[in-house]
């Protein structure tokens, strides 16, 4: 071969090689990496929404990846920890430093409607009963009221441990050990009653989880579809997660979906019937009705950001954790106690009682956003009070809940 034609055969691999990776991005990331960037996306300041919102610091409210709200008995629930702890364990994240872990993941409780003299809303952590002895690490949770208090369901990501000997495996190579774990709270305590552990196969990655209508069968979104390995965060963004459906009183889970999702998330079940997926790499809301143990997707709003938790209030809205500036908000996890991440709540109107054959005319509102981070928290949940016209705000890497009170 001469030296031409061994550099004109290179030229037209390199040259295939770019058109390739053209099509690629074109087809698979151009949508992807513009949603994430924030290309041609208005971020608001804080003041141009009626709101009031201050922060509530305390070692007791970091990094609350989850928060529920009792719309009823007037009390909000919370999964925090501490942020060093979120920083090294965060699996999620592919954060795998099991010895940086603190061991101190709690649920916090506030009573929204009486401040107290301190201004924290009587806050107080649940304590766990003694049948219950291994580490609570903890990411998303659902509750449901049952005869005499409430039900919990946590998601537990679990250091990695050799059954054997005990002690821990190598997080790195083999990921969290995701479990299910299932609590009762009788009205009037403050200690969590064991119930149960789920453990499946089907737990690849657990983010979220929903209970479904009859209190026993429960939508768990899988963000990854693997538990590590080099491509893992690419593939995550790609859209490589799936979705389980466990029910607690068998234990088992099985894979719900016959298709991936991109970065699946937070979801909740409407009562229209369809669970409603986060989709956090497309910033869309997909609902979809729950067919023989099998997710079919008949409904798809898009939201415009890459979006987090979501829940509904009372007046059945889908209020949406938004994340308006992924850069900015990666930044601040590095330095959670001196930067805010910017945070945005928003808006899908009457969704919960919309029958899901309307697909169109959904309407979408911003309802809050900050650009510069001033007084919000990277916002991963947010509920609304309806009844006080207040929202509640948290952050998994923020050492504060955000509390927002109506100007209007
Ligand atoms: C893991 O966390 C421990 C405790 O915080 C820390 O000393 C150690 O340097 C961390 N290891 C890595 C690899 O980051
Ligand atoms: C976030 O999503 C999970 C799963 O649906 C839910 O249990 C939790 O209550 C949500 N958070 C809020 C604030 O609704
Ligand atoms: C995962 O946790 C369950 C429940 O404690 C335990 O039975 C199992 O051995 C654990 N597996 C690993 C790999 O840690």
Same mark, same amino acid.
């Given at each position: 071969?001469?030296?031409?034609?061994?550099?004109?055969?290179?030229?037209?691999?390199?040259?295939?090689?770019?058109?390739?990776?053209?099509?690629?991005?074109?087809?698979?990331?151009?949508?992807?990496?513009?949603?994430?960037?924030?290309?041609?996306?208005?971020?608001?300041?804080?003041?141009?929404?009626?709101?009031?919102?201050?922060?509530?610091?305390?070692?007791?409210?970091?990094?609350?990846?989850?928060?529920?709200?009792?719309?009823?008995?007037?009390?909000?629930?919370?999964?925090?920890?501490?942020?060093?702890?979120?920083?090294?364990?965060?699996?999620?994240?592919?954060?795998?430093?099991?010895?940086?872990?603190?061991?101190?993941?709690?649920?916090?409780?506030?009573?929204?409607?009486?401040?107290?003299?301190?201004?924290?809303?009587?806050?107080?952590? $649940?304590?766990?009963?003694?049948?219950?002895?291994? =580490?609570? /690490?903890? &990411? +998303? %949770?659902? #509750?449901?009221?049952?005869? @005499?208090?409430?039900?919990?369901?946590?998601?537990?990501?679990?250091?990695?441990?050799?059954?054997?000997?005990?002690?821990?495996?190598?997080?790195?190579?083999?990921?969290?050990?995701?479990?299910?774990?299932?609590?009762?709270?009788?009205?009037?305590?403050?200690?969590?009653?064991?119930?149960?552990?789920?453990?499946?196969?089907? $737990?690849?990655?657990?983010?979220?989880?929903?209970? =479904?209508? /009859?209190? &026993? +069968? %429960?939508? #768990?979104?899988?963000?990854? @579809?693997?538990?590590?390995?080099?491509?893992?965060?690419?593939?995550?963004?790609?859209?490589?997660?799936?979705?389980?459906?466990?029910?607690?009183?068998?234990?088992?889970?099985?894979?719900?979906?016959?298709?991936?999702?991109?970065?699946?998330?937070?979801?909740?079940?409407?009562?229209?019937?369809?669970?409603?997926?986060?989709?956090?790499?497309?910033?869309?809301?997909?609902?979809?009705?729950?067919?023989?143990?099998?997710?079919?997707?008949?409904?798809?709003?898009?939201?415009?950001?890459?979006?987090?938790?979501?829940?509904?209030?009372?007046?059945?809205?889908?209020?949406?954790?938004?994340?308006?500036?992924?850069?900015?908000?990666?930044?601040?996890?590095?330095?959670?106690?001196?930067?805010?991440?910017?945070?945005?709540?928003?808006?899908?109107?009457?969704?919960?009682?919309?029958?899901?054959?309307?697909?169109?005319?959904?309407?979408?509102?911003?309802?809050?956003?900050?650009?510069?981070?001033?007084?919000?928290?990277?916002?991963?949940?947010?509920?609304?009070?309806?009844?006080?016209?207040?929202?509640?705000?948290?952050?998994?890497?923020?050492?504060?809940?955000?509390?927002?009170?109506?100007?209007?």
């Amino acid at each position: 071969m001469t030296g031409q034609q061994t550099s004109s055969s290179r030229w037209f691999i390199q040259a295939t090689l770019v058109l390739v990776l053209a099509v690629v991005y074109r087809i698979y990331l151009h949508d992807t990496i513009g949603l994430m960037v924030g290309i041609g996306r208005v971020v608001q300041p804080i003041e141009d929404f009626p709101w009031d919102c201050m922060r509530l610091r305390h070692p007791l409210l970091e990094g609350c990846e989850d928060i529920w709200l009792d719309h009823q008995d007037r009390k909000l629930y919370a999964a925090c920890t501490s942020l060093p702890s979120r920083q090294g364990w965060l699996p999620g994240g592919s954060h795998l430093n099991v010895s940086a872990r603190s061991r101190t993941d709690h649920i916090s409780v506030l009573n929204i409607d009486h401040p107290g003299p301190d201004g924290l809303y009587g806050l107080h952590t $649940l304590s766990v009963g003694d049948e219950y002895t291994d =580490d609570l /690490d903890l &990411v +998303g %949770f659902d #509750v449901r009221k049952v005869a @005499g208090g409430l039900r919990f369901w946590l998601i537990n990501h679990r250091p990695p441990v050799n059954p054997t000997t005990g002690e821990f495996l190598d997080a790195w190579a083999v990921g969290s050990n995701a479990t299910i774990e299932v609590f009762d709270l009788t009205r009037g305590s403050s200690t969590l009653k064991y119930v149960k552990t789920i453990v499946s196969e089907a $737990l690849v990655a657990p983010n979220n989880l929903a209970v =479904d209508d /009859d209190g &026993v +069968g %429960f939508m #768990v979104t899988n963000e990854h @579809g693997s538990k590590v390995g080099a491509l893992r965060e690419i593939n995550a963004v790609l859209g490589d997660g799936i979705v389980s459906y466990c029910r607690t009183d068998t234990g088992k889970c099985q894979i719900a979906t016959n298709r991936r999702f991109a970065y699946p998330n937070g979801i909740v079940k409407a009562r229209n019937g369809l669970f409603y997926i986060a989709q956090s790499s497309k910033g869309i809301v997909s609902g979809h009705r729950l067919e023989e143990g099998r997710l079919v997707q008949i409904d798809e709003i898009p939201l415009g950001m890459p979006i987090d938790n979501l829940s509904f209030d009372a007046q059945g809205n889908l209020i949406v954790a938004g994340l308006p500036d992924i850069m900015r908000f990666r930044k601040s996890a590095k330095d959670p106690y001196t930067l805010s991440g910017p945070g945005a709540v928003l808006m899908v109107h009457q969704l919960n009682t919309h029958p899901p054959e309307q697909r169109e005319g959904y309407k979408v509102s911003k309802m809050v956003e900050d650009r510069e981070g001033k007084r919000l928290p990277g916002t991963t949940v947010a509920t609304h009070d309806v009844e006080s016209h207040r929202l509640f705000l948290g952050g998994v890497f923020s050492p504060f809940l955000g509390i927002c009170a109506s100007r209007v």
